[in-house]
Structures are given as C-alpha cells and as structure tokens.
C-alpha cells in the first residue's frame, strides 16, 4: 500500500474519548430465577477448560451417538466439533418436546393487520406440518440430503416450518431477506446452487398487502443468467385460496403448496441422523466485494451453541413467552427465533409487520396480550419507538424480565429509555455483541452475575476469550483508553465453517491478518478477526465501535460499499460511484451515494432517481440512499482510488482530513460547498458528531 492510500489515522491508533457509564445491577427477583446464577459457571468456561468446557452445551441437545473430539483443529482453521456425534437438529426443536410439552405452543404469530387473529403453532402442529413439507420437499421437489434450496420468505409460521422440514432432511437451506430484491435473491440462487425456491405470493407490510412473488420471477432471471436454472417456484399463499400477486403462476414451474399438501396429508419423516459437522444452512451477509459471503453453519456445533446461549444469556425457561422481534431473515432469527428457543421447548413469538403499525404502541400491546417474558430487538427499533412513541410502554400492563438488544452498538440515552421505559426499570438488559458469521453472541453480560454497562455489550461470552489487537499484533491492553481490532483468539462451537464455495476467501478475511503461523495446527495460533473496531475498559467491558471494513451498518443490516456502487454503475448514465455512511439518529447510518457521470451528460434528477432505483432493485429497499449526490469528479489519489473518507467527511459535515496527496485536491471544496448548501437547504445538517463518530467517519474506506 502506497503512503497516499495509507489511512490518515488507523482504527488501532484512535484515542477513544467517552464518560464511563455507571452500573445497573440486576433485580433480585431475577436473579432467583436465573438459569446462570451461580458464579461456578464462569468457572467451568475459564480457557483452562476449554474445548471440554461446551459438552456442556452440547448436552443440552439429545444426541443419536456421542463424539469421540469435542474440537478436532487438524486442518486450521476450518475447526470441526464434535466429531463423531450425529443429531437432527429438527428432531431436538420439535419432537423431543412431544412427550412432555405436545399441547404447548411453540410458536405464535401475530399478523400486521390488528383484525386478523393471533396464530398459535403448538408443538404437536409444528410436528405435523414439518414433516407434511419435509414429504413434498422429499417426494414432489427431489430435494435429498446436502441438497440446498432457496427461500424468499417474510416473517410468517411457513417460514420456520420450512426451514425445519430441511433440517429434518439434512438438506441445507439458504433464506434471503424478504425485503431483498428478485435479484439478490438470485444473485444467492446462483452462488449456492438451488435448484429449489421457496417463496410465498404476498405479506403485509406497513397496511398493504405487498406482491412478493414478483420477485421470484426476477430471481430465476439473474439465477440463469449466472448459469443457474431453477426447476420449482413452490409458493406459499397469504391467505390460502386466494392470490396475492399479479405475477402470472408459470405452468410446470410454479405451485402453490397448500394445493400440493393435500397429498402429504399425515405423512411421518424419519429424522435424518447427520454428522454434527454436516452443513445446517447457509447465510448470506454483504462482504466488500460484490458477491455475497455464504456463511455455512454447522448441525451440532451451531445447534449447541444457539442452545446454550438462549439458555443462559437470554435466561430463557421453556415456561417463557419469548419474543424476538427481529426479522429469520437475519442471523439472529434463524438463531434466537427458531433453533435456540426451539431447542430449549420454549414459545416464541413471531410477528409478521412493522413495529410502528398502525401506531407505536403495537409492540407493547402484544407483549401485554400475550405475556410476553422476554424481549429481544435491535437498537434502530428501540431508536424509532423511542422517537415516536416515548410515553406508549407505560400505558400497557406487560411486564418483562429480561431484554437483549441486537445488531449495532446501542448508545446509552437509549439504553436508558429502554431500561427505564421499556423495562419499566425492572427488567435486565443483555446488550450482545455477535455477527452472521458468528452463530451466536460473542460479547454480552451474563445477566444474573454480571451488571449491566450502557453502550457497552460486556465482556466476552462463556467460552469465548476476547482480546483486542493493534495494526502489528500487539495488544491493546484493557483501560488504556485506545482503541483497536477486536478478535477472538479460540474457535468456539458457534463459528461458521467455512464461505460457500470460498475456502481460500474465508481464510483471508478472517484469519490471515492475525495468523502467527500458518503451518500450525495449535488453535492460538489462528485469532479470529472479526472486522470490528473496539476498546476495552479496564473492568474488562468491551465497547464495539463499528465496522473497520467498509461495510455500512444501517438499521442492523450489514451493505457492503461494492454491493451499493455496483448496483450504482448499472444505471447506464453512471461512470464512477462511492458509497459513504451518514450518522443518522433512527438507523445508526444511512447510505449516501456519490456518482460521476460519464463524458457530455448533464446532471439531473432523474438521473439521480434512477441510481436510488438500482439500489432498490438489485439490493433491496432497505439499502435506498438517504440521497444521491452527482459531482463533477471524484477526489482521488495519484493511483486513481476513490477517497472515501473526504467524500464522508463532507456529508457528515467533519474534517476531511489531509488532502493535499490527493490528485485533484480543488474539488474536494468544490463538492463540500455543493453538497452542504443543499443539505443546508433541506434541512439535513447532522448534530455534532461524538469524537468516536468523528474517527469512525475519519477512518471510513482505509482499507483502499
């Protein structure tokens, strides 16, 4: 790397300047219900126990036969655990509950529209419509074990109930965001080799009622067009009898299930018994290149650790009505909605709609509806009701005793209002620190035995031993005040195994940059890089300060730059784009798009209306830019790279730092003046920044 495209100040070098934030400690009606209220666990899961210390994960689950190696690190760092031991992580969630539990709901689902009834899936239904989709899976798609198969699916029972009818065949299952696009949809068809679509005709969303199944058919075009050919669309429908979409039913390709399911009626499946480190599912996440990272998780270290988290650090009872108000469309569901609480023969609630419709209030009276006992959401929905509903909790008779929060870095004022509003101040607040390639929580308190931090999410979880690391290795030590590269210096049962399809990707992202030796099978040798920035304080509580990669966080949801400027530059109009992160108090950051356009054309709103548009469409809605800013020319160094962090710094109104390597420094204040005289027309001028905001934005696009 050249000294132009060094960066200006390394996330390892940032002095991190912030009050320490007083503890809360939990209620001691807590704590006399805790499942974790004894300090001899933190014991038991000190490094001198480790690997041995996760069987006591692993015996939360029933095994077919037991592992000869709890952590087989022979070929590093592709870890392995467990080996030997074989389970159906399906029959774990579902059929082991069946004798005890049959009549219990495992899950209830709420529908948006308030005039629809509340849904519930006891175990005993969840058995039966398992194993229904697992015989067409099997019988009508073809689908065999280590087949993968794709889902677009919202927040609905159909969903958790395919994903366990996969799992009962040891058939690995691939769920794309419903919010995504037709084509990020295909783009992860095409990458994971699906022959299979699982997709449903609409859901409601915000009071409509959206045409889903349009997307498929923009799916299977990007799918062949990357060579890969879609046999069945199997579409599960709304309201059944009815359809939801305008999209014509394709003959021979497309088929509605609840028609198909009449001739699986009372069908059994036997429960696959697969090698605990057979594959479970894939998950996509944005990397900084333009193809998505399939995540690959595994059956029986994953199931483990989903379990033994949900257990002790969610503190979840199977007399518990839980509620995680994410979406299974990310990590968290597939983990703390469906396997964890599952496993543990808990209810889980799912709810289909915004948390907003039709007013604030909704979520609350859910829980106060249904009984809800734990609460579980990310900081841009606390944020949002917060914002418009600050007084709306106190009007509802719920009652929590325990609230995770999930996603990003949750700033202490918030924190405050959901402990003390939401809460009701007597609730324990877990505040986790984990990502998709994770499994499971990395960094949070255990709620009975250690109190609570605002903005910080703890110290490293049960089994995991966090340390912090600068630009050479070295370490940063606790209460030093500087911040650095927080890794992870064991595996842990959680871990993905590998990237789909990307071994040597996998090893360069994640474990390449800290890698002491790459000859060695000793696992301290192979830290995990986790691509966050944080610091630790001298108590030993991490603070998490964002990503070091250039991947923007908005609202919990991980857009990687090269994603956002390659939808960019599909607009025909468009010569270079650059995607930079804006502070923004609802979703944490938006997304603005800076865009030059090629020789002889002008700049016009409709130009810049058609760059949002490619967004949408190749990536989603959730990834549209707060705006579209067309400049003249792009600042860039001698080698001809974009500088991301003078283009951020000018939409987040902070110093652009040194400019003058740049090879055409003058236009650095032409587009500060253009674009800060709009923002200042709409009235789009951001607070000021926290000094740790200030580096972040600084620090934004050093890997260049």
Same mark, same amino acid.
């Given at each position: 790397?050249?000294?132009?495209?060094?960066? %200006?100040?390394?996330?390892?070098?940032?002095?991190?300047?912030?009050?320490?934030?007083?503890?809360?400690?939990?209620?001691?009606?807590?704590?006399?219900?805790?499942?974790?209220?004894?300090?001899?666990?933190?014991?038991?899961?000190?490094?001198?126990?480790?690997?041995?210390?996760?069987?006591?994960?692993?015996? /939360?689950?029933?095994?077919?036969?037991?592992?000869?190696?709890?952590?087989?690190?022979?070929?590093?760092?592709?870890?392995?655990?467990?080996?030997?031991?074989?389970?159906?992580?399906?029959?774990?969630?579902?059929?082991?509950?069946?004798?005890?539990?049959?009549?219990?709901?495992?899950?209830?689902?709420?529908?948006?529209?308030?005039?629809?009834?509340?849904?519930?899936?006891?175990? %005993?239904? /969840?058995?039966?419509?398992?194993?229904?989709?697992?015989?067409?899976?099997?019988?009508?798609?073809?689908?065999?074990?280590?087949? +993968?198969?794709?889902?677009? /699916?919202?927040?609905?029972?159909?969903?958790?109930?395919?994903?366990?009818?996969?799992?009962?065949?040891?058939?690995?299952?691939?769920?794309?965001?419903?919010?995504?696009?037709?084509?990020?949809?295909?783009?992860?068809?095409?990458?994971?080799?699906?022959?299979?679509?699982?997709?449903?005709?609409?859901?409601? &969303?915000?009071?409509?009622?959206?045409?889903?199944?349009?997307?498929?058919?923009?799916?299977?075009?990007?799918?062949?067009?990357?060579? %890969?050919?879609?046999? #069945?669309?199997?579409?599960?429908?709304?309201?059944?009898? %009815?359809?939801?979409?305008?999209?014509?039913?394709?003959?021979?390709?497309?088929?509605?299930?609840?028609?198909?399911?009449?001739?699986?009626?009372?069908?059994?499946?036997?429960?696959?018994?697969?090698?605990?480190?057979?594959?479970?599912?894939?998950?996509?996440?944005?990397?900084?290149?333009?193809?998505?990272?399939?995540?690959?998780?595994?059956?029986?270290?994953?199931?483990?650790?989903?379990?033994?988290?949900?257990?002790?650090?969610?503190?979840?009872?199977?007399?518990?009505?839980?509620?995680?108000?994410?979406?299974?469309?990310?990590?968290?569901?597939?983990?703390?909605?469906?396997?964890?609480?599952?496993?543990?023969?808990?209810?889980?609630?799912?709810?289909?709609?915004?948390?907003?419709?039709?007013?604030?209030?909704?979520?609350? +009276?859910?829980?106060?509806?249904?009984?809800?006992?734990?609460?579980?959401?990310?900081?841009?929905?606390?944020?949002?009701?917060?914002?418009?509903?600050?007084?709306?909790?106190?009007?509802?008779?719920? &009652?929590? #005793?325990?609230?995770?929060?999930?996603? @990003?870095?949750?700033?202490?004022?918030?924190?405050?209002?959901?402990?003390?509003?939401?809460?009701?101040?007597?609730?324990?607040?877990?505040?986790?620190?984990?990502?998709?390639?994770?499994?499971?929580?990395?960094?949070?308190? /255990?709620?009975?035995?250690?109190?609570?931090?605002?903005?910080?999410?703890?110290?490293?979880?049960?089994?995991?031993?966090?340390?912090?690391?600068?630009?050479?290795?070295?370490?940063?030590?606790?209460?030093?005040?500087?911040?650095?590269?927080?890794?992870?210096?064991?595996?842990?049962?959680?871990?993905?195994?590998?990237?789909?399809?990307?071994?040597?990707?996998?090893?360069?992202?994640?474990?390449?940059?800290?890698?002491?030796?790459?000859?060695?099978?000793?696992?301290?040798?192979?830290?995990?890089?986790?691509?966050?920035?944080?610091?630790?304080?001298?108590?030993?509580?991490?603070?998490?300060?964002? &990503?070091?990669?250039?991947?923007?966080?908005?609202?919990?949801? +991980?857009?990687?730059?090269?994603?956002?400027?390659?939808?960019?530059?599909?607009?025909?109009?468009?010569?270079?784009?650059?995607?930079?992160?804006?502070?923004?108090?609802?979703?944490?950051?938006?997304?603005?798009?800076?865009?030059?356009?090629?020789?002889?054309?002008?700049?016009?709103?409709?130009?810049?209306?058609?760059?949002?548009?490619?967004? @949408?469409?190749?990536?989603?809605?959730?990834?549209?830019?707060?705006?579209?800013?067309?400049?003249?020319?792009?600042?860039?160094?001698?080698?001809?790279?974009?500088?991301?962090?003078?283009?951020?710094?000018?939409?987040?109104?902070?110093?652009?730092?040194?400019?003058?390597?740049?090879?055409?420094? @003058?236009?650095?204040?032409?587009?500060?003046?253009?674009?800060?005289?709009?923002?200042?027309?709409?009235?789009?001028?951001?607070?000021?920044?926290?000094?740790?905001?200030?580096? @972040?934005?600084?620090?934004?696009?050093?890997?260049?």
């Amino acid at each position: 790397m050249s000294a132009e495209q060094q960066p %200006q100040v390394s996330e390892a070098q940032i002095a991190v300047h912030w009050r320490e934030e007083e503890y809360y400690q939990p209620p001691e009606a807590f704590i006399a219900q805790a499942n974790a209220a004894d300090p001899a666990i933190l014991e038991r899961f000190a490094e001198e126990h480790f690997p041995e210390c996760f069987t006591e994960y692993a015996n /939360l689950l029933d095994w077919d036969a037991g592992w000869h190696t709890t952590l087989d690190t022979s070929n590093p760092p592709f870890w392995k655990w467990f080996v030997g031991g074989r389970l159906n992580a399906c029959y774990n969630c579902v059929d082991r509950h069946l004798a005890t539990s049959r009549n219990k709901a495992a899950l209830i689902w709420v529908p948006e529209p308030e005039t629809e009834d509340t849904k519930a899936v006891t175990y %005993q239904e /969840l058995y039966r419509r398992v194993n229904e989709f697992a015989a067409l899976l099997r019988d009508f798609a073809g689908l065999q074990t280590g087949d +993968r198969v794709t889902f677009h /699916l919202p927040m609905v029972p159909e969903l958790p109930v395919a994903m366990l009818a996969c799992a009962r065949l040891g058939v690995i299952h691939s769920e794309v965001f419903g919010g995504f696009s037709g084509a990020a949809c295909g783009d992860r068809i095409a990458d994971s080799g699906s022959r299979i679509l699982v997709t449903m005709d609409g859901y409601y &969303r915000n009071g409509d009622l959206v045409d889903h199944k349009t997307k498929a058919d923009e799916a299977l075009d990007r799918a062949a067009a990357l060579g %890969q050919r879609v046999d #069945k669309v199997l579409v599960w429908r709304r309201h059944p009898g %009815q359809y939801a979409s305008k999209s014509p039913m394709v003959d021979g390709r497309d088929f509605f299930v609840d028609e198909l399911l009449a001739d699986y009626r009372g069908r059994l499946v036997e429960p696959v018994s697969m090698p605990a480190e057979a594959p479970l599912f894939l998950m996509y996440t944005s990397g900084t290149t333009g193809r998505p990272k399939g995540c690959q998780h595994s059956t029986g270290g994953y199931l483990a650790y989903v379990a033994g988290t949900s257990k002790y650090y969610q503190d979840i009872h199977p007399t518990d009505t839980y509620w995680c108000a994410a979406d299974i469309g990310w990590i968290t569901g597939h983990s703390y909605i469906v396997y964890g609480p599952l496993a543990l023969g808990t209810t889980s609630v799912m709810y289909e709609g915004v948390p907003t419709y039709p007013d604030p209030g909704r979520p609350w +009276r859910i829980a106060e509806r249904l009984g809800v006992t734990i609460f579980h959401t990310a900081p841009t929905t606390i944020r949002m009701l917060r914002k418009l509903g600050p007084d709306e909790p106190g009007k509802y008779h719920y &009652r929590f #005793k325990h609230m995770t929060t999930v996603g @990003e870095p949750i700033e202490p004022e918030v924190w405050r209002w959901y402990h003390d509003t939401v809460g009701k101040g007597t609730a324990v607040i877990v505040d986790t620190w984990w990502q998709t390639e994770n499994g499971g929580f990395l960094g949070a308190t /255990l709620p009975a035995l250690q109190p609570m931090k605002p903005g910080s999410c703890g110290p490293g979880v049960l089994g995991v031993y966090p340390v912090i690391y600068d630009e050479n290795g070295d370490v940063v030590e606790a209460g030093s005040g500087r911040a650095g590269n927080i890794c992870i210096r064991n595996p842990w049962p959680g871990i993905f195994q590998t990237v789909w399809g990307q071994p040597d990707r996998f090893v360069q992202i994640y474990y390449e940059r800290y890698c002491r030796d790459k000859d060695s099978t000793d696992w301290h040798d192979w830290p995990y890089f986790a691509g966050d920035g944080a610091v630790q304080a001298a108590d030993g509580y991490f603070r998490i300060l964002g &990503r070091v990669d250039d991947v923007i966080n908005v609202a919990g949801h +991980r857009l990687g730059t090269k994603e956002l400027e390659s939808a960019s530059l599909t607009v025909p109009e468009i010569a270079e784009a650059a995607a930079v992160p804006v502070i923004d108090e609802l979703r944490g950051r938006a997304v603005e798009m800076y865009v030059a356009l090629k020789p002889g054309l002008a700049p016009s709103d409709d130009i810049a209306r058609k760059v949002t548009a490619a967004i @949408e469409h190749e990536i989603g809605k959730i990834a549209r830019p707060a705006n579209v800013w067309i400049v003249p020319d792009m600042p860039k160094t001698r080698s001809g790279k974009i500088m991301r962090r003078v283009i951020a710094g000018i939409s987040n109104f902070t110093d652009v730092g040194d400019v003058s390597t740049l090879a055409n420094p @003058e236009i650095v204040d032409d587009i500060r003046h253009h674009i800060q005289a709009a923002k200042l027309a709409r009235g789009q001028v951001p607070r000021e920044l926290t000094a740790q905001e200030a580096e @972040e934005i600084k620090a934004f696009g050093h890997t260049e």
